[in-house]
C-alpha cells in the first residue's frame, strides 16, 4: 500500500493501491504518495534473475503482482536490446558508467517512462476512462512521455517545457510529434514554473470540476508520480548484480551510485533501493551551478528565497525545487516533520534540518557542485580517449573524481556506478563547444560522428527532416484557459 508524505485530509482515504495512486497522483495537502513500508530483499534472491524478472520481482515485493506488469514490458522491444534495456563500459577497476539510454528518445526517462505509461493506457481501457495527463519537463520527461502516449486511445496529454530551457533536439523531439491527442506548451518561464503549475492544476478544485465535467481524468507522468519512480529503482538494483556477477565486487561489498540530479526522482530510486537493502553505501548527488541539492545535503538548508535558476550546459539539472527530496524527508523523519518542511518550502521558500536530521541524510547522500566550465572540460578529456559523453553525465563523472580525491589516502577505491543519464547527440552543442567548436546541433551532430566514428540513432537523424507544427508559446497564467480550449475541442 502507499501513504501520504503530509498525512490525511480527513476527506480521502489515508492509503491506495500502487494502481489508484497511478491514476490519481494527488494526495493530502499538496504531498505525494510513498510506499508505506519498504519490503526487504536478499541479493542471493535475485542475483541470476533478468532484467525483466527483476522487475517483476521487486513489483511483487511492494504488492504489485498483475499480468498488465507482464504486458507493460513489452515496451522495452523499442529498445535498443528488448531482454536488456541498458548496458554498462568499464572505464576503470573502480568507475562503471551505467547507460540508462537505449530507448527511443535516448534518454533515461525511458527506461521509466516507456513501462510506467503503457500500464497507464491499458488501465484505462480497462476503467474505460478518458485522462488527461499532465508532464512538465526540463528536457527529457517530456519526449519521453510524448512518445509513449502518441495516439494512444483514452489518453490526452498537455506536455508543458521552459521556453529556451532545453537543447534543439530535446525541443524538436517534443515539437515535431503530430499527433491529435498531444499538446506542447513552450512555458514563458523556467522548468520551476512549469512544475508549479502542473502542481497547481492538480490539486485545483476549479480545473478538477472543469475535466470532470468534461469526462476526464487526470493524472501525471512527472515523478510526482509514485508510478513514474517505482520502475526506476529497478535499474539501481542491477547495477550493484552487475558488478557482482562479473566479478568486479563480493557478496556485501558496498557500492556507490552517481546521480547527476535535477528533480531527485533518479536518485529517489537509488535511496529504494539502499532501503531494500541493496548494499549501496552512498547515493553520490551531482549539480551544476544551480546547486541547492548540494547545499541540502552538506549543510542541511533548503533555501531558494534569494536564488534564481541559472541556466547552464547541463540544463535537465536546471532545477531549484527538487520534489522527490519530499519522500527522502517522509521516509527518515515521518509525515508531521516533512509536512511542516514542506510548508515551510511553499510559504518561506526555505526550511533547515536540525542537526540529528542532517547527519542521517548523509548517512545516505553526499554532494558535489560543478561550473560549466568543469563539464567541458572532462568533455575534453573523455573525448581524447574517444569516449564521448553528454553534459549530465560530465557532472557524475566529476562527482567520482572529487569524491575520489576526498578519500585519496584509502588504500581502495569503493566500486562507482555512474548513471549515464542522455546519449551524447541530445546535447551535441555542448559537446562540439568542448571540443573547440562553435556549431548549431545539426553541424555538430555531423561533426561528433565524423571525427568520433559514431552513428546517429534514426529517431534523432529524422528530426531534422520534421516541421516542429506542435508548439505554442504561453505564460504560466494562460495555460489552465488553453487546456479548457483544447478539452472542448475534443470529440469523442
Not at 3 to 15: A, W, Y
Not at 98 to 104: H, S, V
Not at 401 to 423: F, G, L, P, Q, R
Request: contains cysteine; neutral net charge; charged residues 20%.
Amino acid at each position: 500500500m502507499l501513504v501520504e508524505t503530509r498525512g490525511n485530509n480527513k476527506l480521502r482515504s489515508s492509503k491506495c493501491s500502487f494502481f489508484e495512486a497511478i491514476l490519481n497522483p494527488q494526495a493530502s495537502f499538496n504531498g505525494l504518495w510513498s510506499l508505506e513500508t519498504i519490503p526487504k530483499i536478499d541479493i542471493k534472491d535475485i542475483q541470476n534473475l533478468s532484467y525483466n524478472d527483476l522487475l517483476k520481482f521487486v513489483f511483487k515485493t511492494i504488492d504489485v503482482d498483475s499480468s498488465l506488469i507482464d504486458k507493460a514490458l513489452n515496451s522495452y522491444k523499442n529498445f535498443d536490446n528488448s531482454d536488456m534495456p541498458l548496458n554498462y563500459n568499464k572505464i576503470s577497476s573502480s568507475l562503471f558508467i551505467q547507460n540508462l539510454f537505449t530507448g527511443p528518445t535516448r534518454a533515461f526517462k525511458d527506461m521509466a517512462m516507456q513501462p510506467f505509461c503503457s500500464l497507464l493506457c491499458d488501465l484505462s481501457l480497462i476503467e474505460n476512462k478518458k485522462y488527461l495527463i499532465l508532464t512538465a519537463t526540463s528536457g527529457d520527461t517530456g519526449p519521453s512521455t510524448l512518445e509513449a502516449i502518441k495516439n494512444k486511445p483514452n489518453i490526452y496529454g498537455i506536455c508543458m517545457y521552459p521556453n529556451n530551457g532545453t537543447s534543439d533536439v530535446q525541443r524538436r523531439q517534443m515539437t515535431t510529434i503530430d499527433a491529435k491527442n498531444i499538446r506542447v506548451i513552450a512555458i514563458d518561464g523556467n522548468f520551476d514554473d512549469a512544475q508549479n503549475t502542473l502542481k497547481t492544476l492538480l490539486s485545483s478544485n476549479e480545473f478538477r470540476n472543469f475535466t470532470t465535467k468534461r469526462g476526464f481524468f487526470i493524472s501525471a507522468t512527472n515523478s510526482v508520480n509514485f508510478g513514474r519512480i517505482a520502475f526506476q529503482i529497478i535499474y539501481h538494483i542491477h547495477s550493484y548484480l552487475y558488478l557482482l556477477n562479473n566479478g568486479c565486487i563480493k557478496h556485501n561489498e558496498t557500492i556507490n551510485i552517481i546521480v547527476p540530479s535535477g528533480n531527485f526522482g533518479n536518485a529517489l530510486g537509488a535511496f529504494y533501493a539502499k532501503l531494500m537493502g541493496v548494499p549501496i553505501n552512498k547515493i553520490i548527488i551531482a549539480t551544476n551551478a544551480n546547486d541547492v541539492l548540494c547545499e541540502f545535503i552538506n549543510k542541511g538548508v533548503y533555501d531558494i528565497s534569494s536564488r534564481h535558476l541559472i541556466k547552464t550546459n547541463s540544463p535537465a539539472m536546471d532545477i531549484l525545487k527538487s520534489s522527490n527530496i519530499e519522500r527522502v524527508l517522509f521516509h527518515l523523519f515521518g509525515d508531521i516533520r516533512t509536512k511542516e518542511l514542506m510548508e515551510s518550502l511553499e510559504i518561506n521558500k526555505k526550511y533547515i534540518l536540525n542537526t540529528e536530521e542532517l547527519l542521517t541524510i548523509q548517512q545516505y547522500f553526499s554532494a558535489y557542485s560543478f561550473s560549466d566550465n568543469d563539464v567541458l572540460n572532462i568533455i575534453k578529456d573523455y573525448a581524447s580517449k574517444n569516449i564521448i559523453i553528454d553534459p549530465h553525465t560530465a557532472n557524475g563523472i566529476l562527482a567520482y573524481e572529487k569524491n575520489k580525491d576526498v578519500y585519496k589516502n584509502h588504500s581502495t577505491y569503493i566500486k562507482s556506478i555512474v548513471c549515464s543519464t542522455a546519449e551524447w547527440s541530445k546535447f551535441a552543442t555542448t559537446i562540439s563547444k568542448a571540443l573547440g567548436q562553435n556549431l548549431n546541433d545539426k553541424d555538430s551532430i555531423e561533426f561528433i560522428c565524423k571525427n568520433y566514428n559514431l552513428e546517429l540513432h534514426q529517431n534523432i537523424a529524422k528530426l531534422f527532416n520534421k516541421n516542429e507544427t506542435n508548439n505554442i508559446i504561453l505564460k504560466k497564467e494562460q495555460i489552465q484557459d488553453y487546456i479548457y480550449s483544447f478539452l472542448d475541442s475534443i470529440k469523442d
